[in-house]
């Protein structure tokens, strides 16, 4: 079974400062894919990253980077100078390979004031 | 390159009524996932289908919900006799293959009252 923890059930910040949200996952498979999501008040899920089980390597996108440890099962997310517009659910996620469908966490509200 | 869409964006129905959700992949996707969003929870799977086969349904879909895709391109979910319970936001994402990640659309609002 899998199962993905987002222990942050609400985060509020100041615009321009830095915030991580925090993912913790379990699986048995070896092989998995690990994914983040952001889905704004319109509803939308806006698919983010994907990185797989194999590849630990960090990766930074603009104000966005993320942290994969597979030594403490967590794939973390932070964004740097954060934005009214960064204001959001975002959502880790967990598909094990030669599997179809996501498990997602029950999501962080990430609440950026300016 | 359009998105995935869904209609319609909103449905309020009164309990015992059927419903019936469109959802439009993106094209050339032959992958197609339903999954339902209860307030303050991360979308749970429903149902997916390569091309026109359903190939997984999760034990959430209970036997008043069937999805179908019948040319392999749009897909209908319809809940029949609806329940209380049944009040959710329904989403349907795509993906062209398997690895590549799924694409979501804006979801259908289901009110019962």
New interface residues.
């Given amino acids: 079974a899998q199962k993905v923890t987002q222990a942050q059930t609400e985060i509020s910040v100041v615009e321009k400062e830095d915030v991580t949200l925090d993912c913790v996952y379990e699986t048995r498979d070896t092989t998995y894919y690990l994914f983040w999501y952001k889905q704004p008040p319109s509803g939308e899920l806006v698919f983010l990253i994907r990185r797989n089980s194999f590849d630990e390597q960090n990766e930074i996108s603009g104000r966005y980077s993320w942290n994969f440890q597979k030594s403490t099962s967590s794939f973390n997310f932070t964004i740097t100078a954060s934005q009214v517009v960064d204001s959001a659910v975002y959502f880790c996620a967990l598909r094990n390979s030669g599997y179809s469908t996501l498990t997602f966490g029950k999501g962080t509200m990430l609440l950026v004031s300016p | 390159d359009t998105?995935v869409s869904q209609d319609p964006r909103h449905k309020i129905t009164k309990r015992g009524q059927n419903v019936t959700f469109r959802c439009d992949p993106i094209s050339e996707h032959n992958?197609l996932?339903w999954?339902r969003q209860t307030l303050?929870?991360?979308?749970?799977?429903l149902t997916?289908f390569?091309n026109e086969a359903q190939?997984?349904k999760?034990r959430l879909l209970s036997d008043r919900f069937s999805a179908e895709r019948p040319k392999g391109s749009f897909s209908t979910l319809e809940i029949q006799r609806t329940e209380q319970g049944d009040s959710a936001?329904y989403?349907c994402?795509s993906?062209l293959t398997?690895?590549q990640?799924?694409?979501?659309?804006?979801?259908t609002?289901l009110s019962i009252l």
Avoid: I, K, T, V
């Avoid at chain 2, 303050?40 to 799977?45: K, N, V």
């Avoid at chain 2, 990640?101 to 979801?107: L, N, S």
């Fill in positions: 998105g992958r996932y999954y303050g929870q991360g979308p749970e799977f997916y390569q190939l997984e999760s936001m989403l994402a993906s398997e690895n990640p799924q694409h979501f659309g804006d979801g609002r």
